[in-house]
């Protein structure tokens, strides 16, 4: 399993979700707990530093023993507290009764989850930098390059390759809103104690929850909410819905790769999209890749979704199932985004087979304006008999249909040439396709400035 999971996801966002990871963002949860603790007064100092210096020291640890034993123990957290009072003991034993002092399972999992969590949407948010700027690049450089509309799997008016480009900028631009709404409102501590009301904390209980969120860079907040699972189910269905944009992008990208259509490719490389079997193969690799993502994310999703009804104060069984969903969806993500960025940022782009692909359809993609045009001068009915006439001679002939249109006794003189001319050229779908790209290309200059923030990078300037 971990050679398929090394070709679904990155080396980085892996190690993010290993289980020495993990357990170090708990150790990180402990020692804030106990140093805040320390200072309100309710555990000696020392015994705070004795915990601090155990939790510094990972490597001393048996992670793969403690996960052995979480399955027996129905959470990590139960075997995890053991190992850290041992150690804590080993040294001191006096102060091993303040480990995880107040603290309940879900207390420490939890907030080690949304730990990593924050952890993993800084690759995330990164990434989407960088596929926006190439795409954002793609739409600059093709807001006149054009190429044939599809609809229903079928030709229809001309658009500029700027123009689709730009729609993918547009669903990523959305998507990283998004996504950066529901990181930030999972960028909280889970701190409830054994029922949810911190009583055993006394009337530290709110002060606690802060300091220690604040030592972890979390917020606090006013309730537990460890059954209250839609901040989750929310991080969840973002991470989904932008595995599912990615999808349309690969599909589209493959779609073009199509040697029948060829107006589009992945970058080329060795050992990449290959066939065992047919060496002439260029397979969308990426596409595949952006593809799967789409496939298997939603119903991640979902399960968080169902989580929602958890039983009373702490749901049965269902709560520990949120680690497992959410590193399977960052790692989609993660996966699915490295591979879109590769291909927008390589992605080589063929304008000639475009413009072929165009004049193979012998102007009757423009049939819609066309008959537009013949209705407010002959009226509906004759435009839509002309129109539909005129099409059919035009593919089955290979005539223009704009030649065609001009010889025609019921159109010639009483439409002018120009007028037909205009109505059947290309220039008039390049002017529409490129207004919108104005708006789009300032929407994501706006979006990007978040997502350096958000991405802790140190250059701004786009790449």
């Known amino acids: 399993m971990l050679s398929i999971r090394a070709m679904f996801s990155t080396d980085a966002m892996r190690a993010l979700w290993t289980d020495a990871a993990l357990y170090a963002a708990m150790l990180r949860f402990e020692a804030a707990l106990a140093q805040a603790q320390a200072r309100c007064g309710l555990i000696p100092p020392a015994a705070a530093e004795s915990i601090a210096q155990a939790c510094a020291r990972p490597e001393v640890f048996d992670w793969t023993a403690i996960s052995a034993d979480a399955r027996k123990a129905g959470t990590a957290a139960i075997p995890f507290a053991k190992a850290l009072k041992q150690e804590v003991a080993r ?14 399972s879900q207390d420490v999992c939890e907030t080690a989850l949304m730990l990593q969590a924050q952890a993993a949407l800084r690759l995330i948010h990164g990434q989407m930098r ?13 807001r006149r390059t054009a190429m044939l509309a599809r609809t229903l799997m079928q030709p229809a008016a001309p658009i500029s390759f700027g123009w689709k480009a730009a729609g993918w900028l547009d669903a990523l631009d959305r998507c990283a809103g998004a996504l950066q709404d529901a990181g930030e409102a999972c960028r909280v501590i889970q701190f409830g104690g054994a029922n949810g009301t911190r009583a055993a904390l006394g009337v530290h209980g709110q002060a606690l929850a802060d300091a220690v969120a604040g030592a972890l860079g ?3 907040t006013p309730i537990a909410w460890q059954s209250a699972r839609d901040r989750l189910a929310r991080l ?10 990615l999808g349309k992008l690969g599909r589209d990208i493959s779609l073009l790769m199509q040697s029948e ?3 589009a490719f992945e970058p080329s490389g060795a050992g990449r999209g290959g066939s065992s079997a047919m060496p002439h193969k260029r397979n969308p690799m990426a596409c595949m890749h952006m593809l799967d993502a789409a496939l298997r994310a939603p119903p991640l999703a979902l399960s968080l979704v169902s989580d929602m009804t958890a039983e009373h104060e702490r749901g049965l069984g269902s709560w520990p199932n949120a680690l497992p969903l959410l590193a399977d969806l960052f790692m989609l993500l993660d996966n699915a985004l490295s591979m879109a960025v590769e291909t927008a940022q390589g992605l080589r782009v063929d304008p000639e087979a475009m413009q ?5 359809q012998h102007g009757v993609v423009h049939s819609e304006t066309v008959g537009m045009l013949l209705a407010r001068a002959l009226g509906p009915a ?5 129109v539909d006439a005129l099409c059919r001679q035009a593919l089955e002939q290979g005539a223009e249909l704009r030649d065609l249109l001009l010889h025609h006794p019921e159109v010639d003189g009483r439409i002018p040439a120009a007028d037909i001319e205009q109505a059947c050229g290309v220039e008039r779908c390049l002017d529409a396709a490129e207004a919108p790209c104005v708006p789009v290309l300032a929407a994501w ?10 991405a802790g990078m140190a250059d701004d300037s786009p790449s």
């Open 91 to 104: 040294r001191a034993p006096e102060h091993a009764a303040f480990v995880h002092y107040g603290s309940t």
């Open 130 to 142: 960088d596929l926006g700027d190439a795409l954002a690049h793609l739409v600059q450089t093709h």
């Open 218 to 220: 979390l917020r606090g």
């Open 236 to 245: 969840g269905n973002e991470l989904a819905l932008c595995c599912a944009m």
């Open 261 to 263: 259509v060829a107006e």
């Open 356 to 360: 072929a692909n165009l004049v193979r």
């Open 382 to 386: 004759a435009a839509q008999r002309i």
């Open 445 to 454: 200059a706006a979006r990007r400035a978040g997502l350096h923030v958000a």
